[in-house]
């Protein structure tokens, strides 16, 4: 009887009054939701911006720190360049340094060699033959 | 044919009064030195060179069989060498004593199988006659001992292990041999088979500059040939006496080239040499004037050339091996 009477009532358009209290409550409960949904619509829209701004910031300092790596990775091959320059001048620094060494030891034996003959022949040659050449 | 000895202990010297009282040390040290050797059975000859020797005192040769009458003369072989090849020789007049090419002239006559070349003063260690009893010194190897300096008692009893081996008479903290060249008073212990010392063509006679830095430079030679240079195991003890470079090597520091060794900052430690075929006065006319005693006559024919740039040589850097001298700025 009563699903008659609220047929009956439905050709009219309308319900009863609990029925009308739910729908207003339903009413009400959609729009906080669509209200909420609007506001995290803001929130993720307000979020892509900041992230499309973090993004655009991370790309440059990629592009930055690409460059750095170019700039570093040059700067290891000019280490290493200069390193093996090094050492090949160690080497023949090395090498410098040992000829020296024979260098002035054979100096020590010239002049060593030349002291000896200086005395040796001041010791052989008379004096009084030098002076009476320089008289005459 | 007559079997070789085990070594030859090759010593220069001459009657000059060197250290106060020359004669004495070394009778004392060859006393001990032969006792040590004849009690091990180890067959060893003496080889003497008595360099230039002045005129006004008598040979060394002329005493030694009163002072050590357990000497026997079959085992000494005494080399004099006349004055002039010293006078000749030298490259330095401040060079009292050419004291490598000297003993030169005793490594090249030496029959033993290995040629032991030391100092008159010099007290050889246990360890030292051990090897050489033992028959296990190795033929390439240039062996070394560190030298302990003694401040021996003023009293002249004779001296015996518990002397020398009384660390109460060391006379500052003994040497420590260092690789590669374990250097350090070489010149009081050169241990090395006759076949590589002839070799090696034994001690620089090339640069007749200086005395000092010549023992050094035989070991440069020696890594240089290829040799393997060794510690022995044990000490030799050495005497103190006046005018030992080691009791004041900065004595002439400043006026380097006035020392009677001369200039001390040679390169001895990075240059190698090649001496002449003649190296060890091999040329010079020899004639026995008593019993095995040789008189080395002065003749050019001997002398190497005044200067022979050529042999002055840098040393071979061998893989593996210690780097054969490094530059130590002179001057």
Known sequence: ?136 | MVTPPVVSLVLTGRNDGYGGDFIARFFRSLRFNHQQLTARGIAYELVFVEWAPPSDARLIRDQIFDALPELDVAVCSWYVVDPRYQEVLSLNPRLEYLEFPAKNVGVRRARGRFVLTSNCDVYFGRRIFDALAAGTLEPRVLYRAPRHDLTLPAERAPLDWSVLEDPRNLAGPAHVLKPPYMGSATGDFVLLDRESFHEIGGFNEVYRVARIGIDRNVLVKALSSGLRIADIGGPVYHENHEGSYRLNPAAYAGRETEAPWGDRRWHSGGVSYVNPPTWGLSEAPVREIDERVWYLDFSWAAMPPLVDLTRIVLPVARPGGPAPGHYVRKR
Not at chain 1, 13 to 20: E, I, K, N, T
Not at chain 1, 57 to 85: A, F, T
Not at chain 1, 87 to 113: F, N, P, Q, S
């Open chain 1, 1 to 136: 009887m009563r699903r008659f009477i609220a047929a009956f009532l439905a050709v009219f358009g309308l319900v009863s009054s609990r029925r009308y209290e739910a729908l207003s409550r339903s009413l009400e409960d959609l729009k906080a939701a669509g209200a909420e949904s609007k506001k995290k619509a803001s929130q993720a829209i307000a979020q892509q911006r900041s992230l499309e701004s973090e993004l655009r910031r991370q790309s440059q300092l990629v592009v930055k720190l690409r460059g750095s790596v170019e700039k570093w990775k040059h700067y290891h091959d000019n280490v290493k360049m200069l390193r093996d320059r090094l050492a090949d001048t160690e080497r023949e620094l090395m090498v410098a340094r040992d000829h020296l060494m024979a260098i002035e030891v054979k100096l020590d034996i010239l002049e060593g060699a030349a002291n000896v003959l200086d005395r040796r022949t001041r010791i052989t040659a008379p004096q009084d033959q030098h002076e009476s050449s320089a008289r005459a």
